[in-house]
């Protein structure tokens, strides 16, 4: 019997070792989650770190290497503050109008784009144009569609028997919000008809015709089948507003920098203007803080209503 044959029956060498693979190491799993890791350390983690040190410091933006420690001064003074207070409301506004009309209007769209005709296609793709534009671009446009002289939607008001006096909707109280909260939705509503429509065409159709041989009704049909089964996208499209709106800056600033006298006025626009009109990076440090609370809090209420209803399901 030959060598070759013998340890092909007996197997290897006691002595020899056999070479491991880097892939099968126990460390293989941290080091393709390294990079991941690291970008978060250090762009969310040591920015928040600074952000929560920034909160309890008076500090200007002209010398921000020098800080002077206040504890918890600049978070007395903000809500103390009656302006920061109706900030805190409008903002409040803006984020639950926004979350309800958006997602109410993507479920709309989606449910009319999840039927049969034709141009359905070319229909799909033109929704998706206001998501694809970039905000500068649709401020622009709502700016110029809301002009006094010459914006369409004056002109429309007018031929209604709806018009604003002067045609100034951006510069009146009243008007500049809800000017700004369509804009916003008109930007919005196209992502969320996109992800309902990919849920709706998910809904298994056995369901809907057992549910319509049965007869039930299209409500009935769309409240015990439809919605069961798109009510988790659904959740999570209304965390994605939420925070998205409490983010939402550059539009609302082109739009009216927070004005007129703060009608727009919301925290991420408060934010900015206490770090570079009033040069206080500590106070607006503070705002910041403000908001990433109310985010956290969304997001455990959010988690804390899905574990309930999974509970409920069971």
């Known amino acids: 019997m030959t060598v070759l044959e013998r ?49 309890f410091t008076r500090t200007s933006l002209l010398n921000p290497t020098r800080s002077t420690w206040v504890g918890l001064d600049n978070f007395t003074r903000i809500f103390g503050d009656a302006d920061f207070r109706r900030t805190l409301l409008i903002t409040l506004v803006y984020v639950v109008v926004c979350v309800v009309v958006a997602v109410g209007t993507g479920l709309a769209v989606a449910l009319l784009l999840n039927k049969g005709f034709r141009g359905r296609g070319l229909a799909r793709a033109l929704v998706t144009i206001p998501w694809a534009a970039p905000g500068i671009a649709v401020a622009l446009i709502a700016i110029w569609m809301l002009n006094p002289d010459y914006g369409i939607v004056n002109r429309f008001l007018d031929a209604v028997g709806l018009g604003v006096p002067g045609g100034a909707i951006l510069d009146s109280p009243r008007y500049a919000l809800p000017a700004v909260l369509a804009t916003t939705i008109w ?102 803080m403000v908001g990433v609370v109310i985010s956290l809090i969304v997001i455990a209420g959010s988690r804390f209503v899905a574990r309930a209803a999974e509970r409920e399901a069971r």
């Open 7 to 55: 340890q092909q029956i007996t197997g290897p060498r006691s002595g020899a070792r056999r070479r491991g693979s880097p892939l099968g190491s126990r460390w293989t799993p941290y080091f393709f989650l390294a990079p991941a890791a690291l970008f978060i350390l250090v762009f969310q983690v040591v920015p928040l770190a600074q952000e929560v040190f920034l909160s």
């Open 187 to 288: 930007q919005l509503f196209p992502f969320t008809s996109v992800v309902l429509l990919s849920a709706l065409q998910s809904v298994p159709p056995h369901l809907t015709e057992a549910a319509t041989m049965d007869g039930a009704g299209r409500w009935w049909t769309f409240r015990a089948v439809t919605w069961q089964a798109i009510k988790p996208t659904v959740g999570l499209l209304a965390l994605l507003m939420t925070i998205w709106s409490l983010r939402r800056f550059e539009l609302i600033w082109l739009m009216t920098k927070g004005g007129p006298v703060g009608a727009t006025r919301t925290l991420v626009i408060d934010l900015y203007s206490q770090a570079f009109d009033s040069k206080q990076l500590g106070s607006a440090a503070a705002i910041g």
